[in-house]
Nanobody, 124 residues
């Protein structure tokens, strides 16, 4: 079974940057669309961004457009989420998910595999 591991979270000041990574072991990510989701305390999980299997199509939630960039390096079996100009409201647990349908989906119901998540805290 595909296993996803997120890394790169941490504590950052408002206006700062972080780069999250989503890596897979044992299976190649080449055939999967990948989504990034986040869940803040007391709130529902929301989609942040997605990328299709080839990297040719991406999409972003309105709240992160212009600040976050999703990318993938299939040679390294890793998908990235570069987060710039971070705000306190970006604080959440960020998780990546893989879809066997290969496309970029902005809905969690299209994803088959999920990582455990990494904490991002934006605070001064």
């Amino acid at each position: 079974q595909l296993q996803l591991v997120e890394s790169g979270g941490g504590l950052v000041q408002p206006g700062g940057s972080l780069r999250l990574s989503c890596a897979a072991s044992k299976f190649t990510l080449d055939y999967y669309g990948i989504g990034w989701f986040r869940q803040a305390p007391g709130k529902e999980r929301e989609v942040v961004s997605c990328i299709n299997s080839s990297g040719s199509n991406t999409n972003y939630a309105d709240s992160v457009k212009g600040r976050f960039t999703i990318s993938r390096d299939n040679a390294k079996n890793t998908v990235y989420l570069q987060m710039n100009s971070l705000k306190p409201e970006d604080t959440a647990i960020y998780s990546c998910a893989a879809s066997a349908q290969r496309a970029c989906f902005m809905s969690s119901r299209n994803y088959n595999y999920w990582g455990q998540g990494t904490q991002v805290t934006v605070s001064s």
